[in-house]
């Protein structure tokens, strides 16, 4: 196999008695979507804050492409290729939607110390922001306000901004929250496509995307990973059956 | 043509007009009235780069008002007097050179508190700017060199090349000139990439770092060009008053640099100019009216705060729209 | 330097300590549990003296002025929260900082109305005129002492009213959970309208106590509020004991570094010179603390929960 490109080893992390996150690892390769389930409360949000730096771990080790960022600030990790989203909060909920994807693709371009151009006139922003909103399908909200877009659209222009990154993994944190059913059929059928460009660890409550989408699948209970294998393998685990599934049969 | 638009040219056209009426009439005093709108129209389009656009409240911008008020004081006061200062620069008596000193001096100072206080947020930021600004006002109070507490006159006010800047209206049109070139500059900024990402960090800091851009080095840019705009406002205050003491360095004028931008409107261009005319005129009318003037600014001002957050541009021109 | 001038000047720096804290007390108190950030407490302070410095002159007792005092900031704060200072909890900071600007304005010109452009003075109480002799030969001033017992005093009631009594206990979950408090049936509003008069009422004590210190004027308080913003900093915003020990570190450091920097400065530079470097540098000594603090620990040396 080759090298995985998002690499956790070890990881603990702990709030006073409490072990968020005991001894994680886990392991995210080019082309899959590797997905992460548990119970609420299982340390998902937690294990999501350290990889991508906005809570330090205790110890373990984070890398990205074969290169540590464990102890790196969330922009430079950003900027080394970590594609973030957001479960409920916009970029910049004022900006039009076009104005947030521009943003992003200024950030990916890592020049945002230019002081006098006016960016509206910019067409590298502009045409190539245009691009990723049409491709996840809100080139016709282009000129709406972030903060007044519905639900599902702001999980599209979330996705429209990790695209205009230059992503090397994804982390998708639960894309398909408050999406209706058709919704979340388009989604899923978009984030098949999604994992060409790159890896995508995929945050996950919506059980029948998982198991549609998922390569693999890590199981996270109180802070530890207790199974991790295909589909299959985790559908027939024993341990998760009982643990997270609530099945007793 | 948006209303705002219009209703920012007629504002500009309106404020470069009185002057010359004034002129003709002979009232110089209403040419003062007019300076000192386009100086503290200027101070607060400063301050609006760090508070409208960062989101930064600073409470200590006076700092920087009043280091650009010394700065005209002191380089003017060597001028005079043949003295050398430091390296034996005998001070000068150009304005040129006074903003451009003016300029580097707060931008240093700028930096310095900007990248104590920017490692804090919300009501720290606000009582910390606060703070370094109270000690520099102590500062130039117990520093007997320049005046200490009396302050510092100066004797003829600074040159400007080619023009009689003693005259009234010459005066008034070099103060006007750089305040266009400051809301140009500040209109620049805003639309740029640079502005994007400022406005940004202001909405959503945690955002904006996932994305790539650092927050902190944005914010403390923005930090230190916006005192350097403010600077350069208190020389010109300086050379309107000829005269600088530390009641430029004061909180009370930090608080009014603030109160001109919410009272034309925050998160407009020219909502520092139509808060410092307000201001002034204010000022003047009641003024006239009663020694207790401020009594009543205290009410409008908690009026606008409590029940008309627009502002004047906000009354006029409705709500902000963003791009 | 003899030492008994430097005790003098160790128990002037704690005085003035004990005065900050009754300032930052209120400040920190009503940030904690409001999330309100007021520039009037200075105002609050200055209600306090002027109210102390005429009734004493009108019925001749300073500690009938002092009563007034209390009762006249906590009725000054009470009103101003119920007229004002409520609209804006939900509001930003901003907002905050410019609408207690604005009650400033209005209190200070409202008392050079009321009052005159005149200072007023207020004498010391006969029971407390006269200096008590230190160990070491010190004598010392009785008032000042009775200022730093009243001091330790209030810190020790706060700190019995915030641990022990059930209005206590409403401003400790007023400060984790607003809504958890609202749901128990707690009056929110009250609870707020009273933290807000209590701590207008520890400022209007300073204020008076202070009165017979200095003179009473228009804009006495607004020197005290800024360096109890300063105290407040370096304490932890929101935290009493923060407020306590920030008070003391700023009382004492103040006052030590503009007794001692002079003479520091004096073993190097001829003594002109070290008068004014000194004294300059004194003046700014507590802002340099603030930043060397804030540099180590950006939310204050003891952070309240956030």
Request: charged content about 30%; cysteine-free; glycine content about 14%.
């Given at each position: 196999m080759a090298d995985p490109i998002l690499s956790i080893r070890d990881l603990h992390k702990s709030f006073g008695a409490l072990k968020a996150t005991d001894g994680v690892s886990i392991d995210l390769y080019p082309g899959e979507i590797h997905a992460l389930i548990g119970p609420n409360g299982a340390g998902k949000s937690t294990l999501i804050h350290q990889i991508c730096g906005t809570l330090r771990q205790n110890s373990g080790k984070i890398s990205l492409v074969g290169r540590d960022i464990s102890h790196l600030p969330v922009a430079e990790r950003a900027r080394l290729g970590l594609g973030r989203t957001f479960q409920?909060?916009?970029?910049?909920?004022?900006?039009s939607a076009l104005r947030n994807v521009m943003l992003a693709v200024q950030a990916g371009q890592g020049s945002s110390f230019r002081f006098f151009k006016p960016v509206m006139q910019d067409a590298s922003l502009r045409d190539e922001a245009m691009a990723k909103l049409e491709r996840v399908g809100l080139g016709g909200r282009a000129d709406v306000p972030a903060s007044e877009l519905s639900h599902g659209e702001k999980r599209q222009l979330e996705i429209a901004i990790a695209l205009a990154l230059n992503v090397k993994a994804f982390l998708l944190?639960?894309?398909?929250?408050?999406?209706g059913p058709e919704g979340s059929k388009v989604l899923t059928g978009f984030l098949h496509s999604l994992r060409q460009e790159a890896p995508i660890l995929l945050v996950e409550h919506d059980m029948d995307a998982v198991f549609a989408l998922a390569d693999r699948i890590s199981v996270l209970v109180y802070g530890r990973v207790i199974a991790s294998g295909t589909v299959a393998e985790i559908r027939n685990d024993p341990a998760v059956r009982q643990a997270y599934l609530g099945d007793h049969a | 043509m948006k209303r705002e638009t219009i209703i920012n040219l007629v504002l500009a056209a309106l404020l470069l007009a009185v002057p010359f009426i004034a002129q003709a009439m002979g009232q110089t005093f209403t040419i003062t009235l007019a300076t000192r709108i386009a100086i503290l129209a200027l101070a607060a389009t400063g301050l609006n780069i760090a508070l409208g656009l960062g989101g930064l409240v600073s409470f200590g911008h006076a700092a920087f008002f009043g280091v650009g008020g010394y700065v005209a004081g002191i380089l003017s006061a060597h001028a005079f007097s043949g003295e050398p200062m430091v390296l034996g620069f005998e001070g000068t008596r150009q304005m040129l050179i006074v903003w451009l000193v003016a300029i580097t001096a707060a931008g240093l100072l700028g930096l310095l508190i900007g990248v104590i206080s920017l490692r804090t947020s919300g009501v720290y930021f606000i009582m910390i700017t606060l703070a370094f600004a109270q000690m520099v006002y102590y500062f130039a109070i117990s520093?007997?060199?320049?005046?200490?507490?009396?302050g510092l006159s100066i004797a003829v006010r600074n040159q400007f090349p080619g023009v009689n800047s003693m005259r009234p209206l010459n005066f008034f049109l070099i103060c006007y000139g750089v305040l266009i070139v400051g809301l140009v500059l500040s209109a620049l900024i805003k639309a740029s990439r640079f502005g994007a990402a400022l406005q940004a960090v202001r909405q959503n800091e945690v955002r904006v770092a996932s994305i790539g851009i650092s927050p902190m080095p944005i914010r403390l840019t923005a930090f230190v060009i916006s005192a350097m705009l403010t600077a350069v406002a208190g020389a010109l205050f300086a050379d309107l008053n000829r005269f600088v003491s530390p009641s430029m360095l004061s909180w009370h004028m930090s608080g009014e640099l603030i109160v001109l931008i919410i009272l034309g409107g925050?998160?407009?261009?020219?909502g520092p100019v139509a808060g410092a005319a307000l201001y002034v005129i204010l000022e003047y009318l009641l003024g006239g009216l009663t020694e207790r003037w401020q009594f009543f600014l205290g009410l409008i001002l908690l009026g606008t705060v409590l029940f008309a957050r627009g502002g004047v541009i906000g009354l006029l021109a409705g709500k902000v729209r963003h791009g | 330097m003899t030492f008994a001038l430097a005790i003098e000047q160790l128990l002037n720096g704690v005085q003035l300590g004990v005065m900050l804290f009754l300032m930052a007390a209120g400040l920190t108190l009503i940030f904690g549990v409001m999330g309100l950030i007021n520039l009037a407490h200075g105002s609050l302070y200055m209600v306090g003296a002027f109210a102390c410095a005429s009734v004493a002159a009108w019925t001749g007792s300073f500690w009938l002025g002092v009563i007034a005092s209390l009762a006249a900031a906590a009725a000054a704060g009470a009103i101003i929260e119920i007229t004002?200072?409520?609209?804006?909890?939900?509001?930003?900071h901003l907002d905050q900082v410019l609408a207690t600007f604005a009650l400033i304005l209005i209190f200070s010109e409202g008392t050079r109305w009321l009052f005159g452009s005149f200072p007023l003075y207020l004498d010391i109480p006969a029971a407390l005129q006269g200096a008590m002799e230190l160990p070491g030969g010190a004598q010392y001033p009785v008032y000042r002492l009775a200022i730093i017992v009243t001091g330790a005093l209030v810190a020790l009631g706060l700190y019995l009213l915030i641990s022990k009594t059930r209005l206590g206990m409403r401003i400790r979950a007023g400060e984790s959970d607003r809504e958890m408090i609202a749901a128990l049936g707690v009056d929110i509003r009250t609870l707020y309208t009273l933290v807000f008069a209590l701590g207008a009422a520890l400022a209007g004590l300073a204020g008076a106590m202070v009165g017979a210190l200095q003179s009473v004027q228009v804009g006495m308080g607004e020197p005290v509020l800024i360096l109890a913003f300063v105290v407040i900093i370096i304490g932890g915003i929101g935290s009493i004991k923060g407020a306590l020990i920030g008070a003391l570190l700023v009382g004492v450091v103040d006052t030590m570094g503009r007794f001692l920097l002079p003479q520091v400065f004096a073993l190097v530079v001829p003594p002109a010179q070290a008068g004014l470097i000194g004294g300059s540098l004194a003046s700014m000594l507590i802002y340099i603390l603030m930043a060397i603090i804030l540099a180590v620990k950006p939310r204050g040396l003891f952070p309240a929960q956030a």
């Open positions: 409920i909060s916009s970029l910049a909920g004022e900006f944190d639960e894309p398909m929250a408050g999406m | 520093w007997p060199a320049y005046g200490g507490e009396d925050t998160g407009r261009l020219m | 004002v200072i409520r609209r804006l909890y939900d509001r930003d």
